[in-house]
């Protein structure tokens, strides 16, 4: 009998997910082992769902001191194990959490360890400028007896050159363009605009498959998460303007890009965006933004930011995650996924 496990993190909640190739499989629900804190992932449910299981279990505890300790209560001797977490809320805890459930299950003689991390933590500092944090990162988890890493629209696609093991970045892509043509109305007759350079070979991908016009903006910096000066580059007059980008953080950058198409004689603008980190005042600012709809994908829990703005939606990618830890542990190609949505 060949189980997997997927486990995944969010503030205090974390799953383990059992996954069985064979009739009469068992599967446990986990819980964080914290006073009156007792949680199950809505992403990691998603999956089992899919996958037509139930929820494993494992335990994590704080000591305290802080130290985390890692318990896992079923054996995981020769599995094929996939640890799902993904880089939001307390992002070094998670870190270092995700890193000691990896050892354990090596230490556990588990035959394979998959780090399945929607939202890869650190990855905006891949610059030779910067500290170079995904480097470390990708050393880390090499070290602590990872075998393979599944993630998503990383924000930098050469992060995957830093690792030492197999990598596949999979894409939302396909799911934004299925959103946009079953929600957005008139969007055969929009523009998608990138909110930076940076983002133009993304947008530009999005615009082809969607046979639509695209727009640019550009912005200048003086500091992190702060916008000096902005210039459309693109016709958005009397036009549904889409800017897409591929995370949104304090979300300064796309209000005051809502603000200059606005300016620019757009009807209605939507901003879609692969990670909705929504930290500091990001809630406040897109709430008083000029936005008809904000959409973000689950990589990061949204329940909680979808009560306090009611602008933001959300795509489930969970049948994505899904079908890549099937097709993994069948040893089938991945690369279906990247332009189809899973049925």
């Known amino acids: 009998m060949l189980r997997h496990l997927s486990h995944y993190w969010t503030s205090i909640r974390s799953v383990l ?3 069985s190739s064979v ?7 986990s819980t964080w082992q ?4 007792q949680h199950k992932s809505d992403l990691a449910q998603r999956i089992c769902d899919r996958l037509q299981l139930e929820v494993a279990k494992a335990a994590l505890k704080k000591f305290s001191n802080k130290e985390t300790n890692v318990e896992i209560i079923e054996s995981v001797r020769g599995e094929d194990v996939y640890i799902i977490q993904s880089g939001c ?6 870190l270092m ?3 000691i459930m990896i050892s354990a299950c090596k230490i556990a003689s588990a035959c394979r360890v998959t780090a399945v991390i929607p939202c890869f933590p650190y990855a905006r500092q891949d610059k030779k400028d910067k500290s170079r944090a995904p480097i470390t990162v990708a050393n880390m988890l090499s070290i602590s007896g990872a075998d393979h890493i599944i993630t998503m629209d990383l924000h930098a696609s050469q992060i995957q050159g830093f690792f030492d093991i197999p990598v596949d970045n999979l894409y939302a892509e396909p799911a934004i363009l299925k959103y946009i043509q079953e929600t957005i109305p008139h969007w055969q007759e929009a ?10 070979k993304r947008v530009t991908s999005i615009a082809d498959r969607l046979n639509a016009a695209f727009a640019l903006i550009h912005k200048e910096r003086n500091n992190p998460n702060e916008v000096e000066k902005m210039t459309l580059v693109g016709n958005v007059q009397d036009k ?3 800017l897409v980008d591929d995370m949104a953080d304090t979300c300064g950058t796309i209000v005051l890009a809502a603000e200059k198409l606005f300016e620019a004689g757009a009807q209605k603008i939507y901003a879609i965006c692969v990670h909705g980190i929504f ?16 959409v973000v994908t689950n990589t990061i829990p949204q329940e909680e930011n979808m009560k306090r703005c009611n602008k933001i939606q959300c795509i489930d990618i969970s049948m994505i995650l899904a079908e890549a830890i099937r097709r993994t542990h069948n040893g089938e190609s991945v690369s279906y996924l990247f332009s189809h949505v899973p049925l």
């Open 23 to 29: 009739p009469g499989k068992r599967a446990f629900n």
């Open 279 to 294: 930290s500091g005042p990001a809630i406040d600012r897109l709430n008083k933004s000029k936005f008809e709809a904000v």
């Open 240 to 242: 549904v303007a889409i």
């Open 97 to 99: 959490e995700l890193l």
């Open 17 to 19: 997910v059992s996954i």
């Open 191 to 200: 523009v998608i605009v990138s909110p930076d350079a940076g983002g133009a």
């Open 34 to 37: 914290r006073p009156n804190a």
């Open 89 to 94: 809320g307390e992002i070094n805890d998670h």
